[in-house]
């Protein structure tokens, strides 16, 4: 019995060190086995202890960590290197262009988006501007255009810069899709390794492992959820200020969603992507269902020079003909006629005169229900009579 127990702890720990489990398990199990060789007596066992020694010590185990310790490792190399990449880039103007496509949008429709995308940084203030096409399958052509600005203190956004009628106020920035840089290449948080630590559900570290491609250190990072049998991989390059240049993602051993993106050095000693590619496929069938593709104009960026920005463009004006969609006090107060944001007080007194206006307007239609149900019954009575002198004639 002895001996089976053992065998049964010699595969766990084979089992365990195939798949980078935590170290702390592998320590638990051979401290069992070698309590079982002991209890069990050393010389009639020294072959299974020679095997065990030999199995924790000789396999590849290098660059690799799991649990605790692996979180723990990662946090201080890459996300420590990532942020103190990110605090090295000073004020920046940034000018990118944007084309995705997405097939199948609606039905088999699909829907191509391009545009020119402008952002502006200076201290904690960002300002950005777009000016898109989208064109649809059919040809048909829709033109969009925002701005929106955090001047360190509220986030205003106009949807529609050509006729600005409402504009958007919030405390937090809420930018939309492909609006910010940041946001694009993942410099506002730093996705799945954050989320990790804040604790992903489902989600456990796999393998973590360094090497050496084009004479750069990269890190690989692996995370997996059995349950969902969704995997994901992470490559960072660690002389590129520890950037984030490739991601996996892989739904039942097929490939869901790649990410590529290339970093170069734009301040000294600061990496920032200006190219990002990303792409989601069909599980079933390895068709492309949605395709980005991001390029900085490199030449017409600034970088590191706060005098090039003028602090008007983190400010847009509130006139008293634009709607006022107000979001900073929790819920979303509506009301217009005033040139700068109202206390919680006056919004919501602003708010209930404004409806009260509207209610005081023309009287809505009333849609007379009954009516149409005498109607339609009336129709269903006619229609059975009709039925059934068709019928009475065929039988006579």
């Known amino acids: 019995m002895s001996h089976l127990k053992h065998i049964t702890y010699l595969f766990e720990l ?22 079982i060789l002991f209890n069990g007596g050393l010389t009639s066992n020294c072959t299974l202890a020679a095997f065990t020694i030999t199995v924790f010590f000789c396999l590849p185990l290098e660059g690799v960590y799991g649990g605790t310790q692996q979180l723990d490792s990662i946090h201080k190399t890459i996300l420590a290197g990532s942020r103190a990449n990110r605090e090295r880039l000073g004020a920046v103007k940034l000018i990118w262009t944007c084309h995705t496509k997405e097939n199948k949008f609606i039905g088999d429709r699909t829907i191509e988006t391009s545009g020119d995308f402008t952002m502006w940084t200076k201290d904690d203030k960002v300002a ?110 660690l002389d590129r200020g520890f950037c984030c240049t490739h991601v996996e993602i892989f739904e039942s051993d097929r490939l869901k969603v790649e990410q590529i993106s290339k970093a170069e050095e734009v301040q000294a000693g600061c990496w920032l992507p200006v190219e990002y590619t990303e792409r989601s496929l069909s599980v079933k069938s390895g068709d492309i269902e949605l395709e980005n593709r991001f390029k900085l104009k490199l030449e017409e960026c600034t970088f590191g020079d706060p005098d090039a920005i003028p602090d008007d463009i983190f400010k847009i004006r509130i006139t008293p003909e634009m709607v006022v969609q107000d979001k900073r006090y929790g819920e979303t107060l509506v009301y217009t006629g005033t040139a700068m944001p109202l206390s919680l007080e006056e919004a919501k007194n ?15 239609k009333k849609f007379h229900w009954r009516l149409w149900l005498i109607i339609a019954n009336i129709g269903i009575i006619t229609l059975c009579v009709c039925v059934w002198f068709i019928r009475l004639r065929r039988t006579v």
Do not use: Q
């Not at 064109?135 to 949807?159: E, L, Q």
């Not at 940041?182 to 796999?206: H, P, V, Y």
């Not at 692996?222 to 969902?228: H, S, T, Y």
């Open 14 to 35: 084979y089992r365990l060190t195939l798949r980078r489990h935590s170290l702390k398990r592998y320590g638990k199990i051979v401290f069992d086995s070698f309590s």
């Open 128 to 237: 950005v501007l777009n000016m898109y096409d989208h064109v649809y399958s059919d040809n048909t052509i829709k033109k969009g255009g925002t701005r929106a600005a955090f001047n360190g203190k509220d986030f205003r956004a106009v949807r529609n810069i050509e006729k600005p009628k409402r504009i958007g106020i919030a405390n937090k920035p809420d930018y939309h899709l492909h609006e910010n840089w940041f946001e694009i290449i993942g410099w506002t948080k730093l996705s799945w390794l954050d989320r990790m630590r804040d604790g992903l559900k489902g989600f456990a570290f796999e393998k973590t492992s360094f090497y050496t491609e084009g004479g750069e250190r990269y890190c690989r990072v692996a995370i997996e959820n059995p349950k969902v049998k969704t995997r994901i991989i992470l490559s960072y390059n």
């Open 350 to 364: 602003r708010a209930t005169n404004l409806s009260r206006d509207d209610e005081s307007g023309p009287p809505a």
